[in-house]
T-cell receptor, first 115, second 114 residues
Framework: AQSVAQPEDQVNVAEGNPLTVKCTYS??????LFWYVQYPNRGLQFLLK??????LVKGSYGFEAEFNKSQTSFHLKKPSALVSDSALYFC?????????????FGTGTLLAVQP | DTAVSQTPKYLVTQMGNDKSIKCEQN?????MYWYKQDSKKFLKIMFS?????LIINETVPNRFSPKSPDKAHLNLHINSLELGDSAVYFC?????WGGGSIYTFGSGTRLTVV
């Protein structure tokens, strides 16, 4: 069965510092990996995805994520955090083998950027 | 133009009532979904339709019944509402149900059962 874990409920970072939000996954086939962001009282918005190819994926708002197959990780990063980045971030995985077409979300990580 | 719109945005109702949540997308997508987000922000898929056909039906009580009159609409009807049904329900759509499809979410319906 596919699953995704976000080990940190909350990440605190000062504005201007680099940020990392962690994600690890488990699938039986090749993983399709996604990051979504949720601002208060809003729906989720797509940030970036990894399907195949370059392990470093660039997305919206200056975010990027690195796919690491050996560590089964897909951590979200940004070189310099902004206060406006404060939101709830979800990692999600889909099994690329086609065994299931469900997109499974992690439990979310609240990013708090202090001015 | 709102890509995925849900109505109502807020719904407060008594236990035992029947209610519906409507969802419409104007993106021309083939696939639509219902997700439930609980008080701990955990997101769980409930249903998925592709071109009006049910393709995912998770283990949800049969009090929940989705209906897709056409591929632009996916409504959720809930019978005999219970306190535990209180949550935020999100509708989403994607171009197709391929593995790399990007989901577009609505802004959610906050259901409170009292």
């Amino acid at each position: 069965a596919q699953s995704v874990a976000q080990p940190e409920d909350q990440v605190n970072v000062a504005e201007g510092n680099p940020l990392t939000v962690k994600c690890t996954y488990s699938v039986s086939g090749n993983p399709y990996l996604f990051w979504y962001v949720q601002y208060p009282n809003r729906g989720l918005q797509f940030l970036l995805k990894y399907i195949t190819g370059d392990n470093l994926v660039k997305g919206s708002y200056g975010f990027e994520a690195e796919f690491n197959k050996s560590q089964t990780s897909f951590h979200l990063k940004k070189p310099s955090a902004l206060v406006s980045d404060s939101a709830l971030y979800f990692c999600a995985v889909r099994d690329g083998s086609g065994a299931t077409n469900k997109l499974i979300f992690g439990t979310g990580t609240l990013l708090a950027v202090q001015p | 133009d709102t890509a995925v719109s849900q109505t109502p945005k807020y719904l407060v109702t008594q236990m035992g009532n029947d209610k519906s949540i409507k969802c419409e997308q104007n993106l021309g997508h083939d696939t639509m979904y219902w997700y439930k987000q609980d008080s701990k922000k955990f997101l769980k898929i409930m249903f998925s339709y592709n071109n009006k056909e049910l393709i995912i039906n998770e283990t949800v009580p049969n009090r929940f019944s989705p209906k897709s009159p056409d591929k632009a609409h996916l409504n959720l009807h809930i019978n005999s509402l219970e306190l535990g049904d209180s949550a935020v329900y999100f509708c989403a759509s994607s171009q197709d149900w391929g593995g790399g499809s990007i989901y577009t979410f609505g802004s959610g319906t906050r259901l409170t059962v009292v």
